[in-house]
């Protein structure tokens, strides 16, 4: 009799913590808590992170599940091929599947390629470390003796981060562990090895184009990505990397001629992709060399299909005048799309000129300070004025320009 | 750098010579075919604009019995029953077939001279998928062609350079011919480089070091003044015990440490007020008029 009191007191008293009252809240069994991602805090999209934590935050957080990130490529395809190892190497981390699809290298080679992680969250990105005053102490009410007053104001943040950790870094002089790396599910697509289909439909998309969605949507479907398909295990995140479309050896003729015979190919496959995403619980990084595309309403066009579109231009390639920002940064950055997803407007980021420069542990993503020009001709004559100015005084004797007020 | 490529000893490469109309990459061609052959490599050379003959007397003096022409200058269309190669024959599995009819102890060099005829042709991005082929294929340890950089548009050009993993550009100038060199190292470095340099008649190439620029004449003045500081009859810098007693000076119109802390965590709207020395507030006399 004890016991069975005593038992129902134990099962009142669990019940009690449980509920202590009958209301019930209604909570939607479709809340998805699958690892690597969360919750926007701007619209409550779910996000994953790209891998590089300040892309994170310039994409307003992370990238959204189901939307189509666009790279356009660098001259040389050192630094988009960066990002997109990056985004791979975080799916392996996060163990999330992974989908690459490639013409030009294989796809096993760009996998070894993967940078190292960094697990031990030794390197944390605090705000203090951008160093824009000298090193002067914190607090302390003797440091400033004369500019006192501006002591408690925050310091100019320049490199860009969230508060919040979400991603991890990398290593990128050191490839990661085989083991790690198969511990990861991944689906290759390389096109050489494709069969040559001919279609004998005259579809405004590509056989290779096509022959790639089908092999997307058919991993979709069979690994259990769809968001239609019923919940039987635990619900992953597929992550697409498709490098280098638009490009020749795709088959597609958009980067070679000034009239493409295939202008639609591309923009109609993005069209299908973003339709594949949508459903499912996938996110895609695609690359495509537009410093070659000539038409710039192709180029525009394509920017449009995607929800998230970033430029990458290095200074390696680029023929403008790049003196004192070669130093610093490795190249700019530009942010041609946000997205707006379940909204009416973005979240534009709040720094239009960005850098970016790639170190050994991080990609940082900078505002773009211009250092101070100390030149003696700064802020008179432009660079090519100075030019023909100093032919001038050279002719008529030199050294006067030091004296030109 | 163009000596480096000339002894071409990565593997796995595709180079593009782009030329134009004023000046003819033709010569740096031959040179490459030349290094090859002296350091006993095979080479293949697909030749459509210039004949057997043309290319052998170039190569006067050289050992030729490893130089494998195919001759596409005769009749590249086969318009006539006789084509030895076509251009329709462009494509991976003929080129391997071609060149591993020639058994050889090293991996062979293909030169093709040149691609702008093949391009006029074929459409570009076939022409790209058999280059990207025959450079991974490793039938052949490097593939060389002569690319006319005005004769197509800037996208097909742009698109075969994309390709390559040293992009040689040359163009006159007054001492020689100037060449930029663009090379791509499998880590994804990018290295560039330029170089003015002359062909001899034995095709051998001379370089003649960096072109001449403006820009660091500039900087040659701004060195060569003299340091403004040196030499002067009054002292600059300061001694240890100088910097300590000023730092230790006390400025004009400081506030004191309560003030400045009571400023900077203002937000209540206190008053504070500080005695000055002249503020000697006696409560009998108030106004300090009494002549006491």
Known sequence: MAASVNDTCKQSVERTSINPTSFQKKTRNKLLSIPGTRLSVQNGQLLVSTGVTSLDYVLGGGLAVGTVLLIEEDRYDSYARMILKYFLAEGVVCQHELFLAAAQDHPNDIFQELPDPILDDVVMHKPADQPRLSSEPHGNLDAMKIAWRYQNLPKVQSGLASSSRFGHYYDVSKTMEPEIRQAAKCHHFYLPEQPRQSSATRSPVLDSYAALLKSIEEVIRREGFSVAAPPTKSRNILRIGLHSLGSPLWGDDLCCQDNPKHSHALTTFLYGLRALLRSSLSVAVVTVPSHLIQSRSLRGSITRLCDNAIALESFKGSERETGPLCKDYHGLLHVRQVPHLNCLTSQLPDHKDLAFKLKRKQFSIERLHLPPDLSETVSRVSRAEAAGAAALASACGSGNKHLDF | ?292
């Open chain 2, 1 to 292: 750098m163009l000596h480096d490529l000339l002894q071409g000893t990565d593997t796995g490469g595709l180079f593009i010579i782009q030329d134009s109309g004023s000046c003819s990459g033709r010569r740096l061609l031959w040179s490459f075919i030349k290094a090859a052959l002296d350091r006993t490599e095979a080479v293949h050379v697909l030749g459509f604009e210039v004949s057997e003959d043309e290319l052998k007397d170039g190569l006067k003096g050289s050992p030729i019995e490893r130089l494998h022409f195919h001759n596409a200058y005769s009749d590249p269309l086969a318009w006539t029953g006789s084509a030895i190669f076509t251009v329709d024959q462009f494509c991976t599995e003929r080129v391997t077939k071609l060149i591993k009819q020639t058994s050889q102890v090293k991996p062979a060099i293909l030169a093709i001279d040149s691609l702008s005829w093949i391009l006029r042709h074929v459409s570009p991005s076939a022409v790209c998928k058999t280059l990207q082929q025959l450079k991974n294929g490793g039938c052949a340890a490097n593939v060389i062609g002569l690319l006319h950089s005005d004769m197509h548009p800037r996208g097909t050009v742009g698109s075969l350079c994309h390709l390559a993993t040293s992009l040689i550009t040359v163009k006159t100038v007054l001492r020689g011919d100037h060449a930029t060199i663009t090379k791509r190292l499998k880590s994804g470095k990018v290295l560039q480089g330029e170089e003015v340099f002359t062909i001899r008649d034995d095709l051998t190439v001379i370089g003649q070091g960096k072109p001449s620029r403006t820009e660091p004449q500039e900087q040659m003045c701004i060195s060569n003044m003299a340091d403004p500081t040196a030499n002067l009859t009054f002292n600059l810098r300061l001694s240890e015990s100088q910097r300590e007693a000023k730092e230790k000076l006390a400025l004009p119109f400081v506030f004191s440490k309560e003030k400045k802390a009571a400023l900077l965590h203002t937000g209540s709207g206190r008053i504070v007020y500080e005695p000055d020395a002249n503020d000697d507030y006696d409560q009998e006399d108030p106004d300090d008029d009494l002549d006491v």
